[in-house]
């Protein structure tokens, strides 16, 4: 059994992994669930792994489509030296969605995946009801000291091949997830660790990282979201230290139908560290 099946088995729901060729990419993906149809789009290469607190609870009222994108999870290898995100992530999640059929679709997306999510919203309407969006890139052009360092592939690649090395006995590695958290000491599902660790072996977190940074100027939507016409749920970890609210929060009143909800106690990924909060938020926003 691979970790993947470990992790979906811990879900304790009826579901399906799939695998569909878009493009130069094989693209795998969950889907559990009945009803309309909702998308999830992760942040960096956790892979649909990272939703699993949220999959079982909102598979209650959708038919839930969980996708790896490409580098990510268990979906077709890139090379980060050389990853364009319009490209190698944006287009293959529509050419994903059009190949299933998805359309008019709830889309939630977390930091990368919502800047997927909102250019989505932006270029291809008819695929999008409504938006939640996490801790996103795209809303400001701000950077701090480190990752603008990580910035430098060479660094990154340096240190991906020593002090985060990634061989389950280097500890530094789920040190370096934890480190996106509020709560260091988080409690996290053994399955999805091992997930983590597997992923980092073949998909270096740090160096996906390294490359959007790379890229930060061509993320930046804050002159586009008046054009985003679908109501918006804005729910952000108030304790995100990567993507910080207070460099962000001046944009989010540019989008025209928004609600705003601020997680206490959480960090870049609030869906994770604070998963009742954001699926209470979520399922009301979402009228359920």
């Known amino acids: 059994m691979t970790t993947e099946e470990a992790l979906a088995g811990s879900l304790w729901i009826q579901y399906t992994i799939s695998r569909v ?15 309309a149809p909702l ?3 992760h942040g960096a290469n956790f892979g649909w792994g990272v939703w699993y607190p949220n999959i079982p609870v909102l598979a209650k009222h959708f038919t839930v489509y969980a996708v790896d994108l490409p580098g990510a999870g268990r979906s077709s290898r890139v090379d980060y030296r050389t990853l364009d995100p319009a490209l190698d992530l944006y287009d293959v999640v529509v050419q994903w969605m059009n190949r299933l059929g998805i359309t008019g679709a709830d889309v939630i997306g977390c930091s990368i995946g919502g800047w997927i999510a909102m250019k989505l919203a932006l270029e291809h309407a008819e695929m999008v009801k409504r938006l939640v969006i996490l801790n996103s890139v795209g809303l400001a052009n701000y950077m701090g ?3 603008r360092m990580i910035g430098l592939y060479s660094l990154a690649n340096i240190i991906a091949k020593t002090v985060l090395r990634p ?3 280097n500890k530094n590695i789920e040190r370096f ?7 260091k000491n988080i409690e996290l599902r053994p399955e999805f660790i091992e997930y983590f660790y597997e992923t980092m072996a073949t998909s270096h977190n740090l160096l996906f990282i390294s490359r959007l940074t790379a890229l930060e100027d061509t993320f930046l939507l804050e002159n586009e ?3 985003i016409s679908q109501p918006t749920a804005i729910i952000w970890g108030k304790n995100d230290h990567i993507i910080p609210l207070e460099k962000n929060q001046a944009s989010f009143s540019r989008i025209p139908r928004v609600e705003i909800s601020l ?3 959480a960090g870049h990924i609030p869906s994770l560290e604070q998963p009742a909060a954001f699926n209470e938020q979520t399922l009301a926003f979402l009228g359920t």
């Open 21 to 35: 060729a878009i493009g130069r990419h094989e693209i795998n993906y969950l889907r559990a669930g009945q009803g």
């Open 39 to 41: 998308v999830l789009l």
């Open 145 to 147: 000291r480190g990752e």
């Open 167 to 169: 061989t389950r006995n």
């Open 177 to 183: 997830l934890r480190g996106i958290f509020y709560n």
């Open 225 to 227: 979201l008046p054009r």
């Open 263 to 265: 997680i206490e106690n």
